[in-house]
């Protein structure tokens, strides 16, 4: 144990692996100390763990409730933890398995966002002049539209569904990366290795793809990990207005919707998928804002 | 008459950077019309059906197709599209059968109201604690106002509503529920600005008045509370920056009293930026308000839009969302050109 510490953290590394997971290791020291990070990034372990596993973690099943026994039981009941809705289905496995659902929405749209707006804000600032003028204005009329309203009218053009609002949250939220990375290109651009290189005969593309992207990373990960959030309310915003997933999905958003009509008396339909979303996106607000204190370079002592 | 030439030059930098900036919104809006069309026209229901019903003959289906002008290029189709626009002809709803623009103007003053009380409530709130939270940085007040922020940033805004409601309405029954104003007191007053605060306390309809401020306190509150997450996230960073000025010592040197150096200097510096952050907010609150109005059976835009969604209104959508749009792009420019008017550093940048 205490080798590999060494190993990690030594001064000299004798080969790049070492020295970018040293990089990595010390990183995690830093992070580790910022507990209410720590808390975020648990709940975030705590949602992918549970999204794996969930065929095993579930008691009942999402989808068919028993109608004739188990209708809108209160939470704490025998074998019901949260209770049931009022299809007699168990609220906890409906949660377990929409953890699914909310976890490849995050995924799906970092995947299909991230590279787009990498690759724009990137192009746009490596190489300067119209293409900079024209990629920026395209950026900036997409940011000017009120993300949820664009969404909105995106998936009633495409149709409900889950697939479609992916697309439709991945087209509202590629805009910020292009502006961070074209931001960081602006500052690596002028720089002598990028000079070096390009006197080698790298392409451009080669130069953006090999040297600029790699910087632009950190910055965009951490831009990209304080959205989360954003994105799994503006999901779950879509499921309530019937928009996202469709029934008989336990997506969280949707669930909410489907207590709303008996709010009075059957609190915790709606309550139990609400505190659900609300735990998640805390967790990712928390990660997001210790990467940020961590990767920053501003901010490294 | 030094001044008075410096004066000139200053004008005519303020008249450029205005020009540059009506460029850049005239091209975004352009963006957002182009946008908005196409949207559109990719929609799978098919127009000519919804106007000829499915048993029309090939005969009348064409006369109509040619009628909508789908025979056309595209390019002409948005041209044609934006001369209608710019007259204000949304088309028409099939939901309410009347004229798009219409709906719209009438729906629009519930979602204003709800706004603007939103945002009273989040700058009231919002700056002092971010100021509270920079003079006490890293105390325990700094913390609280910051898991104060992070749940407005966490929380789904329709979830909190239907709590809210739960809470408030159902099981203490302090405020009154859904909707703007109840009907029992609906005909107390006439709605002439549609801003129902400013109607009934104008018509001295003060029954009414309470009425419709127990009916809008909550979800104003909520809306509110999103606002303050924001607003006092950035007030605290302005507030920060300030206070590690050399002009605070000076002023501390000086002996000038704390308070006046906190609320008066400092915040008078930090309030430029703080102006831009208020604006945006302002902005985000319409997108706040199509789940909150859709929550509180609010008659604004939001359930406008949400009500137009849900019965595939498509006309009433893109009217909804280019105005929404329209106003966002504005509000985004106004709150630009007002920065650069209140920071005199960035006057003579240009």
Not at chain 1, 153 to 163: C, D, K, N, R, S
Not at chain 1, 274 to 281: D, K, N, P, R
């Given at each position: 144990m205490t080798m590999t510490r060494d190993w990690l953290l030594?001064?000299?590394?004798?080969s790049r692996r070492q020295a970018r997971l040293g990089q990595i290791y010390r990183t995690w020291l830093d992070f580790r100390t910022n507990g209410l990070a720590m808390f975020g990034f648990l709940i975030v372990l705590a949602l992918v763990l549970v999204a794996i596993f969930a065929p095993w973690l579930?008691?009942?099943?999402?989808?068919?409730?028993d109608l004739n026994h188990t209708r809108l039981l209160p939470p704490l009941s025998e074998g019901y933890l949260l209770g049931t809705d009022d299809q007699g289905r168990d609220i906890l496995s409906r949660l377990i398995h929409g953890s699914r659902i909310t976890l490849a929405v995050v995924a799906l749209v970092a995947v299909i966002a991230t590279p787009v707006g990498l690759l724009v804000g990137t192009t746009a600032g490596y190489f300067g002049g119209w293409v900079d003028t024209v990629l920026m204005r395209l950026t900036d009329i997409v940011l000017a539209f009120p993300k949820l309203i664009l969404a909105l009218a995106f998936v009633a053009a495409l149709g409900p569904g889950i697939e479609n609002a992916i697309i439709a949250i991945s087209i509202t939220a590629w805009p910020p990366y292009a502006r961070l990375a074209r931001a960081e290109t602006l500052t690596i651009r002028n720089s002598d290795f990028i000079a070096a290189t390009k006197l080698q005969g790298a392409s451009a593309a080669r130069i953006i793809w090999k040297h600029i992207v790699p910087l632009c990373l950190s910055s965009v990960i951490v831009r990209v990990t304080l959205d989360m959030a954003g994105i799994i309310l503006t999901a779950a915003g879509l499921g309530f207005l019937g928009l996202g997933a469709q029934p008989p999905q336990p997506e969280w958003g949707a669930m909410i919707a489907g207590g709303r009509n008996f709010l009075v008396d059957y609190w915790w339909v709606a309550t139990m998928p609400g505190l659900a979303i609300f735990t998640v996106s805390l967790g990712f607000n928390l990660l997001g804002d210790g990467l940020r204190d961590v990767l920053d370079p501003k901010r490294q002592k | 008459m030094v001044s008075n030439t410096l004066g000139g030059r200053r004008g005519a930098l303020w008249l450029r950077k205005i020009a540059s900036t009506l460029g850049t919104v005239a091209v975004t809006f352009l963006g957002l019309l182009i946008v908005t069309f196409l949207i559109g026209r990719v929609v799978p229901v098919d127009p000519v059906l919804s106007v000829?019903?499915?048993?029309?003959t090939q005969a009348q289906y064409d006369a109509a197709y040619q009628a909508l002008g789908l025979d056309r290029p595209l390019v002409e189709q948005f041209w044609i599209w934006l001369q209608k626009v710019f007259q204000g002809d949304f088309g028409t709803s099939?939901?309410?059968?009347?004229p798009i623009a219409q709906d719209i103007a009438r729906v629009f003053p519930a979602t204003l109201e709800l706004a603007t009380v939103s945002i009273v409530i989040g700058t009231a709130f919002g700056i002092p604690m971010g100021v509270w939270a920079a003079v006490r940085q890293g105390k325990l007040v700094d913390q609280v106002v910051r898991v104060v922020g992070l749940v407005g940033y966490s929380a789904p805004v329709f979830w909190l509503g239907l709590m809210g409601l739960l809470l408030f309405?159902?099981?203490?029954?302090l405020i009154s529920g859904?909707?703007?104003?109840d009907i029992s007191y609906?005909?107390?007053?006439?709605?002439?600005?549609?801003l129902f605060l400013l109607d009934t306390a104008m018509q001295g309809a003060w029954g009414a008045f309470g009425n419709v401020f127990s009916h809008i306190i909550l979800p104003a509150s909520l809306l509110g509370y999103l606002s303050l997450a924001y607003i006092s996230r950035m007030t605290r960073s302005f507030m920060l920056n300030e206070l590690a000025q050399e002009y605070i010592t000076t002023a501390r040197v000086k002996g000038v009293p704390e308070w006046r150096i906190i609320w008066v200097q400092a915040l008078r510096n930090a309030a430029v930026p703080l102006v831009t952050v208020v604006a945006l907010s302002y902005a985000n609150l319409l997108e706040g308000s199509v789940l909150t109005e859709t929550v509180f059976a609010w008659p604004g835009l939001g359930q406008y839009l949400t009500n137009s969604l849900q019965n595939a209104d498509m006309n009433a959508v893109l009217g909804g969302t280019l105005v929404i749009g329209a106003i966002f792009v504005g509000l985004n420019m106004f709150s630009d050109l007002l920065y650069t008017l209140l920071d005199a550093r960035t006057r003579n940048r240009t």
């Amino acid at each position: 144990m205490t080798m590999t510490r060494d190993w990690l953290l030594s001064d000299r590394p004798v080969s790049r692996r070492q020295a970018r997971l040293g990089q990595i290791y010390r990183t995690w020291l830093d992070f580790r100390t910022n507990g209410l990070a720590m808390f975020g990034f648990l709940i975030v372990l705590a949602l992918v763990l549970v999204a794996i596993f969930a065929p095993w973690l579930a008691p009942h099943d999402p989808l068919l409730g028993d109608l004739n026994h188990t209708r809108l039981l209160p939470p704490l009941s025998e074998g019901y933890l949260l209770g049931t809705d009022d299809q007699g289905r168990d609220i906890l496995s409906r949660l377990i398995h929409g953890s699914r659902i909310t976890l490849a929405v995050v995924a799906l749209v970092a995947v299909i966002a991230t590279p787009v707006g990498l690759l724009v804000g990137t192009t746009a600032g490596y190489f300067g002049g119209w293409v900079d003028t024209v990629l920026m204005r395209l950026t900036d009329i997409v940011l000017a539209f009120p993300k949820l309203i664009l969404a909105l009218a995106f998936v009633a053009a495409l149709g409900p569904g889950i697939e479609n609002a992916i697309i439709a949250i991945s087209i509202t939220a590629w805009p910020p990366y292009a502006r961070l990375a074209r931001a960081e290109t602006l500052t690596i651009r002028n720089s002598d290795f990028i000079a070096a290189t390009k006197l080698q005969g790298a392409s451009a593309a080669r130069i953006i793809w090999k040297h600029i992207v790699p910087l632009c990373l950190s910055s965009v990960i951490v831009r990209v990990t304080l959205d989360m959030a954003g994105i799994i309310l503006t999901a779950a915003g879509l499921g309530f207005l019937g928009l996202g997933a469709q029934p008989p999905q336990p997506e969280w958003g949707a669930m909410i919707a489907g207590g709303r009509n008996f709010l009075v008396d059957y609190w915790w339909v709606a309550t139990m998928p609400g505190l659900a979303i609300f735990t998640v996106s805390l967790g990712f607000n928390l990660l997001g804002d210790g990467l940020r204190d961590v990767l920053d370079p501003k901010r490294q002592k | 008459m030094v001044s008075n030439t410096l004066g000139g030059r200053r004008g005519a930098l303020w008249l450029r950077k205005i020009a540059s900036t009506l460029g850049t919104v005239a091209v975004t809006f352009l963006g957002l019309l182009i946008v908005t069309f196409l949207i559109g026209r990719v929609v799978p229901v098919d127009p000519v059906l919804s106007v000829v019903g499915d048993r029309a003959t090939q005969a009348q289906y064409d006369a109509a197709y040619q009628a909508l002008g789908l025979d056309r290029p595209l390019v002409e189709q948005f041209w044609i599209w934006l001369q209608k626009v710019f007259q204000g002809d949304f088309g028409t709803s099939n939901l309410t059968t009347r004229p798009i623009a219409q709906d719209i103007a009438r729906v629009f003053p519930a979602t204003l109201e709800l706004a603007t009380v939103s945002i009273v409530i989040g700058t009231a709130f919002g700056i002092p604690m971010g100021v509270w939270a920079a003079v006490r940085q890293g105390k325990l007040v700094d913390q609280v106002v910051r898991v104060v922020g992070l749940v407005g940033y966490s929380a789904p805004v329709f979830w909190l509503g239907l709590m809210g409601l739960l809470l408030f309405y159902f099981k203490l029954d302090l405020i009154s529920g859904p909707g703007r104003v109840d009907i029992s007191y609906e005909y107390d007053f006439t709605p002439r600005t549609g801003l129902f605060l400013l109607d009934t306390a104008m018509q001295g309809a003060w029954g009414a008045f309470g009425n419709v401020f127990s009916h809008i306190i909550l979800p104003a509150s909520l809306l509110g509370y999103l606002s303050l997450a924001y607003i006092s996230r950035m007030t605290r960073s302005f507030m920060l920056n300030e206070l590690a000025q050399e002009y605070i010592t000076t002023a501390r040197v000086k002996g000038v009293p704390e308070w006046r150096i906190i609320w008066v200097q400092a915040l008078r510096n930090a309030a430029v930026p703080l102006v831009t952050v208020v604006a945006l907010s302002y902005a985000n609150l319409l997108e706040g308000s199509v789940l909150t109005e859709t929550v509180f059976a609010w008659p604004g835009l939001g359930q406008y839009l949400t009500n137009s969604l849900q019965n595939a209104d498509m006309n009433a959508v893109l009217g909804g969302t280019l105005v929404i749009g329209a106003i966002f792009v504005g509000l985004n420019m106004f709150s630009d050109l007002l920065y650069t008017l209140l920071d005199a550093r960035t006057r003579n940048r240009t």
